[in-house]
């Protein structure tokens, strides 16, 4: 795992840019994963305003929210059409949602799997941080080896997303996350802070679904200060963050 500090959140989406924009020179038709939320909403609008070229990627989002479907105004696809994908340049179909109006979810699920896997899996797979450590809705107690399926939202989920959200999500598993080839995770501010430590430097444990992360050979972790505050190494991924150009010389 590679932790950035960055003093902020423009510096973060900043930074998250840099590797977005070193894939799409390595390989002209990136599979991507898109997470929704607060937390990449800079770094969304920074991708817009790049001029990089998104027009042979593909997408797949992380999750939806059980109830809603596509035309729903709270659905995560309209979120990510509105907030990324319109005026991004990207080909028209070139994204695959899911959908939390299917009729048969596991279903959906599982054929949202088989696309991932046709597409040639996900290069780069970007990921926010549940206060709680979740990753998508994987929530504390998911299994590691999940797969794409449907699950409940725990409470403090429910608390941060509102009184209106629906209990129920089908979301990518801790599995199918971690087949992506790269994972790149932001994290903001102090509530994310103890979340990010678990994350980075806590036990790997179902109970904080994003330690899984420890298992990934290509992991950046990018954060800002106040996400940072808690992590005992802090000072070593600044150096390193400084310093890593020296490598081979
Ligand atoms: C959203 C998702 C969630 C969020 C997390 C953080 O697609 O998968 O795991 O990334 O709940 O949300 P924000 O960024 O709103 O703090």
Redesign the pocket.
């Known amino acids: 795992m590679e932790v950035i500090i960055r003093p902020d959140e423009g510096a973060v989406a900043e930074a998250a840019l840099d590797v977005i924009g070193r894939l799409l020179a390595s390989k002209r038709g990136p599979v991507m994963g898109l ?6 909403l800079k770094l969304y609008a920074a991708m817009r305003a790049s001029g990089l070229d998104f027009s042979a990627a593909r997408f797949f ?3 939806e929210l059980v109830g809603l479907g596509p035309e729903h105004p709270d659905s ?1 696809r309209r979120f990510l059409r509105a907030n990324l994908l319109d005026g991004l340049g990207a080909a028209e179909g070139a994204a695959r949602f899911l959908d939390g109006a299917a009729p048969d979810l596991e279903r959906e699920a599982a054929e949202y799997e088989a696309a991932i896997r046709a597409a040639g899996g996900i290069d780069l797979q970007i ?5 709680n450590g ?4 994987n929530e504390p107690g998911s299994s590691l080896g999940s797969r794409t399926r449907p699950k409940a939202l725990d409470k403090e ?1 429910l608390a ?2 509102g009184p209106d959200t629906p209990r129920f999500s089908v ?1 990518m598993g801790i599995g199918t996350i971690l087949e992506a080839r790269a994972l790149l995770m932001l994290a903001t501010g102090e509530g ?1 802070a103890e979340a990010v430590r678990r994350v980075a430097e806590g036990p790997l444990s179902s109970e904080t679904p994003g330690s899984a992360l420890q298992l990934h050979p290509r992991v950046y972790l990018i954060v800002d200060e106040a996400a940072a505050s808690r992590l005992a190494r802090a000072e070593y991924w600044r150096w390193v963050w400084e310093n890593k150009w020296r490598v081979g010389q």
């Open positions: 997470a929704t939320g607060r937390t990449p989002n992380l999750d995560f990921l926010g941080l549940g206060r979740h990753i998508g809705f989920t941060d997303y979301t994310k």
